[in-house]
């Protein structure tokens, strides 16, 4: 645990925006989260607000009330993921205060505050550090594809969805979960911000890697899950969709990574791409046929995101995907993922 954290979400906790946040709320092995600022859902549990579970994680409506919170936070985690990682205008007042006060800020936006001049300054007098995840690392530090992932000798299972801010990392945390609670050794390979925050041992942040070496640290970070941990299960986090038009993630996972299955996240009550009204989201078919296309690995379970869906429709957009595909389509969240686990295990297990 680095400490105590207070996660800032103004305005942006109840849209996909506040996807970091949601991430922190729901699991973290990184920090201890005492709260969410969000004065627009203030005062309210930020578990009830995200998915109806108390979680005794507060909303509050400011820094000050935060800070209120005992223990006494000592950092401050920007909990948005905005289109291009800007940092919203309106952040910039809490961040200085929050450095002002002593509080670490950790950001994972594209925008480096640690480059700002104002924000450097009041770190350095006050002893607060900035950690900017995405920042890339080195040069020297990363790794060329080398084909040593052939000597990865456990099942690789690809989380990968139909479009962006849909619930792939919240899906491949809990497949990790119920393996794990199952008896089953599993590592989450993490390849997003959100993901380092939430203390994954294994991973690297794609969309701020140099493009060249995308393959490599991939297959760096699987070798090294395999080598070190030793796990039954790898499961590996996707990112944006095969097919959307601004974050088209997911093929150097399925060359570098080698997955032998993949699940593709969906939900069936959203049907746009996330961030471009008008454009229609394409039917998880659609996804399905380029996975096999461009890999061969099979699809082995559509898990559905209750995103827009009453509880009472969840298990039937479950059974309409189902009968649509022909593949196996599962609420994750149902029972803990502990289903999700029992399918996949099922897979390996069989014999082929």
């Given at each position: 645990?680095?400490?105590?954290?207070?996660?800032?979400?103004?305005?942006?906790?109840?849209?996909?925006?506040?996807?970091?946040?949601?991430?922190?709320?729901?699991?973290?092995?990184?920090?201890?989260?005492?709260?969410?600022?969000?004065?627009?859902?203030?005062?309210?549990?930020?578990?009830?607000?995200?998915?109806?579970?108390?979680?005794?994680?507060?909303?509050?409506?400011?820094?000050?009330?935060?800070?209120?919170?005992?223990?006494?936070?000592?950092?401050?985690?920007?909990?948005?993921?905005?289109?291009?990682?800007?940092?919203?205008?309106?952040?910039?007042?809490?961040?200085?205060?929050?450095?002002?006060?002593?509080l670490h800020v950790d950001s994972g936006l594209h925008e480096f505050l640690g480059d700002d001049p104002e924000f450097a300054a009041i770190g350095k007098r006050t002893g607060a550090r900035i950690r900017d995840v995405r920042k890339p690392p080195p040069r020297s530090a990363l790794h060329?594809?080398?084909?040593?992932?052939?000597?990865?000798?456990?099942?690789?299972?690809?989380?990968?969805?139909?479009?962006?801010?849909?619930?792939?990392?919240?899906?491949?945390?809990?497949?990790?979960?119920?393996?794990?609670?199952?008896?089953?050794?599993?590592?989450?390979?993490?390849?997003?911000?959100?993901?380092?925050?939430?203390?994954?041992?294994?991973?690297?942040?794609?969309?701020?890697?140099?493009?060249?070496?995308?393959?490599?640290?991939?297959?760096?970070?699987?070798?090294?899950?395999?080598?070190?941990?030793?796990?039954e299960f790898i499961v590996i986090e996707g990112q944006g969709s095969l097919i959307h038009p601004a974050f088209p993630g997911g093929f150097e996972l399925l060359g570098a990574a080698k997955p032998d299955a993949v699940v593709l996240q969906h939900a069936p009550g959203r049907r746009e791409?996330?961030?471009?009204?008008?454009?229609?989201?394409?039917?998880?078919?659609?996804?399905?046929?380029?996975?096999?296309?461009?890999?061969?690995?099979?699809?082995?379970?559509?898990?559905?995101?209750?995103?827009?869906?009453?509880?009472?429709?969840?298990?039937?957009?479950?059974?309409?995907?189902?009968?649509?595909?022909?593949?196996?389509?599962?609420?994750?969240?149902?029972?803990?993922?502990?289903?999700?686990?029992?399918?996949?295990?099922?897979?390996?297990?069989?014999?082929?």
């Amino acid at each position: 645990m680095d400490g105590d954290a207070l996660v800032l979400c103004e305005g942006c906790y109840g849209s996909t925006d506040g996807k970091t946040a949601h991430g922190l709320v729901r699991f973290t092995r990184r920090y201890r989260v005492r709260a969410v600022i969000d004065s627009t859902l203030a005062p309210a549990d930020a578990g009830d607000v995200l998915d109806g579970r108390h979680r005794d994680i507060p909303i509050v409506a400011s820094l000050d009330e935060g800070l209120r919170i005992s223990p006494p936070p000592t950092h401050l985690v920007v909990g948005v993921a905005t289109a291009g990682g800007k940092l919203p205008a309106d952040f910039r007042g809490v961040i200085a205060k929050a450095l002002e006060r002593g509080l670490h800020v950790d950001s994972g936006l594209h925008e480096f505050l640690g480059d700002d001049p104002e924000f450097a300054a009041i770190g350095k007098r006050t002893g607060a550090r900035i950690r900017d995840v995405r920042k890339p690392p080195p040069r020297s530090a990363l790794h060329f594809f080398s084909g040593k992932i052939a000597q990865v000798d456990c099942p690789r299972i690809a989380i990968l969805g139909t479009d962006s801010a849909i619930g792939k990392r919240t899906t491949a945390w809990l497949l990790v979960q119920a393996l794990e609670r199952a008896g089953r050794r599993a590592e989450l390979i993490g390849t997003g911000q959100t993901a380092w925050m939430q203390g994954v041992r294994f991973g690297f942040i794609l969309d701020s890697t140099v493009n060249d070496f995308v393959a490599g640290e991939i297959e760096h970070a699987v070798w090294s899950a395999w080598n070190k941990a030793r796990p039954e299960f790898i499961v590996i986090e996707g990112q944006g969709s095969l097919i959307h038009p601004a974050f088209p993630g997911g093929f150097e996972l399925l060359g570098a990574a080698k997955p032998d299955a993949v699940v593709l996240q969906h939900a069936p009550g959203r049907r746009e791409i996330d961030g471009f009204p008008g454009t229609p989201l394409a039917p998880p078919q659609r996804h399905v046929d380029v996975i096999r296309l461009v890999s061969g690995t099979p699809t082995i379970a559509i898990t559905v995101s209750r995103e827009g869906l009453a509880p009472v429709d969840v298990a039937a957009a479950a059974r309409d995907l189902a009968r649509e595909s022909g593949i196996a389509a599962i609420d994750p969240l149902a029972d803990d993922g502990a289903s999700f686990a029992a399918l996949v295990i099922r897979h390996f297990e069989r014999p082929r």
